[in-house]
């Protein structure tokens, strides 16, 4: 039963490419999260979806950043032109379900993709 | 205000012995779980223990034990009997559901634990 998976698990890119993170939420799981992690920081929510739609995207910049979890494949986290600043570690996590007020809805984590930018 | 407040930026303890990680939290939700997290130096998200706010005993997972106090909105984690392998950062995240009808995870800043032989 394979768990979350995200790749590239490192990623290299100079400043103004464009980074593509992938995550693969578990088998049966149908809501993605994308979390940042600055150095030395805790984890930062970005966003939110569930299949071909974005729930939330409050924690996402609105320039550069979009995301997406189309109907077959994996999510996809896409950074246009990258800065410095951009450089973290970006875990996705899957949950089977996003509801349910007494459910227990452990979120799933995957390895997380390491991007820095040069 | 901070949802979730670690204090703790460091802690050393002694293998075999017990440390409690703190976590204080807010919310104004009955209904929210609480969560405590490990990343190792390798950097991947351990899970490790949950308590729902509707859960009267305390969460125990092995050598960890979450010791809720609802009252005080605290949810400190215990390691009992540490190991060499205990040493990480480890994270207290909660659960909510927000005004959308969907449930959102914040997490704290972690505290960094030490193990020393």
């Known amino acids: 039963n394979a768990g979350v998976m995200q790749n590239p698990r490192h990623l290299v890119r100079r400043r103004g490419q464009e980074a593509r993170l992938r995550c693969s939420p578990m088998?049966?799981?149908?809501?993605v999260y994308w979390y940042r992690q600055l150095p030395e920081e805790g984890l930062k929510f970005m966003v939110y979806?569930?299949?071909?739609?974005?729930?939330?995207e409050s924690g996402m910049p609105k320039e550069r950043f979009s995301a997406e979890f189309p109907k077959e494949g994996p999510s996809i986290l896409r950074i246009q032109q990258v800065v410095r600043g951009d450089s973290a570690a970006y875990f996705c996590?899957?949950?089977?379900?996003?509801?349910?007020?007494?459910?227990?809805?452990?979120?799933?984590f995957g390895p997380g993709t390491r991007l820095t930018v040069l | 205000a901070q949802k979730i407040t670690q204090t703790q930026p460091g802690m050393f303890v002694q293998e075999k012995e017990a440390v409690t990680l703190d976590c204080t939290y807010d919310?104004?939700?009955?209904?929210?779980?609480l969560f405590w997290y490990k990343q190792p130096s390798s950097g991947e998200m351990i899970f490790l223990i949950y308590?729902?706010?509707?859960?009267?005993q305390n969460a125990t997972e092995g050598r960890y034990s979450l010791n809720f106090q609802k009252a005080r909105k605290s949810a400190n984690l215990v390691i009992s009997a540490s190991q060499l392998g205990d040493s990480a950062m480890y994270f207290c995240?909660?659960?909510?559901?927000?005004?959308?009808?969907?449930?959102?995870?914040?997490f704290g800043i972690g505290t960094k634990l030490q193990v020393i032989p």
């Open positions: 979806l569930q299949k071909e739609n974005i729930i939330d």
């Open positions: 996590a899957s949950s089977p379900t996003g509801a349910g007020a007494r459910s227990y809805n452990e979120q799933f």
């Open positions: 088998k049966g799981h149908s809501h």
């Open positions: 919310t104004s939700d009955q209904s929210y779980g």
């Open positions: 308590q729902g706010s509707y859960d009267e």
């Open positions: 995240a909660m659960r909510e559901m927000n005004s959308g009808g969907y449930q959102k995870v914040t």
